[in-house]
């Protein structure tokens, strides 16, 4: 009688995985001459930091974004 191992849920593809804050992208993915995205208005580097960041540094992160877009 052969046995199969039994099958876990995939891992995530992101260490922080969080639904109390979405993530702002739209999708757009295109960056300015100041290497920020068109589509979510965040930075690169916070971008890049979204994977890793906590629910309170992402809503700082949601935050400047939302400043450079009343700033437009």
Known sequence: MSQTA???PPKP???NVST???SPCTGVC???EQKVCLG???HVEHIRE???ADDE???VICTE????RLLK
């Open 20 to 22: 109390a804050v979405p």
């Open 13 to 15: 593809l992101y260490s």
């Open 65 to 68: 974004a939302l400043k450079r």
């Open 50 to 52: 979204w994977r890793s």
């Open 40 to 42: 979510c208005l965040r």
């Open 57 to 59: 540094r992402r809503r």
């Open 30 to 32: 295109k960056l300015d």
């Open 6 to 8: 039994p099958t876990r």
